[in-house]
């Protein structure tokens, strides 16, 4: 069992927040796209990373998770898997009645600090799905996402990990005033969410 234990920011300069991230990590950033679709409470994502050393992976992950936030910390019980084909899979949940919701692209860099990870990331997306799909892809703007994952979610160990990320976004200089505490499904519109 995995439990991430999250926070996400608002950032107004990407390019600064990743020179600033890259100096305190002392490493090269990891660089990712991400696409996601969200089925009834299952997210399918394809997603490629491009690692420093020019090495690509490409991997379809299917995820499902229960989430709730504590003041600004997302807190998310998560199960993964890899799939082999996403089109595949995208045909089963078709078959089973699920109809597509939100989608959402992600794109940007990751690194390590500690046992922290941070991605800094552009977010779009749309609200999707036989009656919504006219809708236009939204651009949410930049944010750093840090998370630490965890093996439980008990009030000690949630608060020892809200210490450490709020300690790193104030060793990188972003208010707590620039926290989101709505996921990226609200903020596309969702109602679901």
Known sequence: MSVEIELKAHVENPEAMKAA?????????????????????????????????????????????????????????????????????TELLKRLGLEPGVRKHKQGWGWTYGNIHAELAEVSGEVSGNTRSDLPVRNLGWFLELEILADEAGAETVAAARGELLGLLERLKVGKECIEERYYAEMLGDQKA
């Not at 991400?34 to 409470?41: A, I, L, N, R, T």
Request: hydrophobic residues 30%; contains cysteine.
């Open 21 to 89: 991230i890259s100096l305190l990590t002392s490493c090269l950033p990891l660089s990712f796209e991400k696409e996601d679709c969200y089925w009834d409470g299952v997210r399918l994502r394809r997603e490629s990373l491009r690692h420093p050393d020019g090495g690509v992976e490409e991997k379809v992950l299917v995820t499902y998770k229960s989430k709730e936030v504590r003041e600004g910390i997302e807190i998310n019980d998560e199960r993964e898997f890899t799939v082999s084909d996403a089109d595949v899979f």
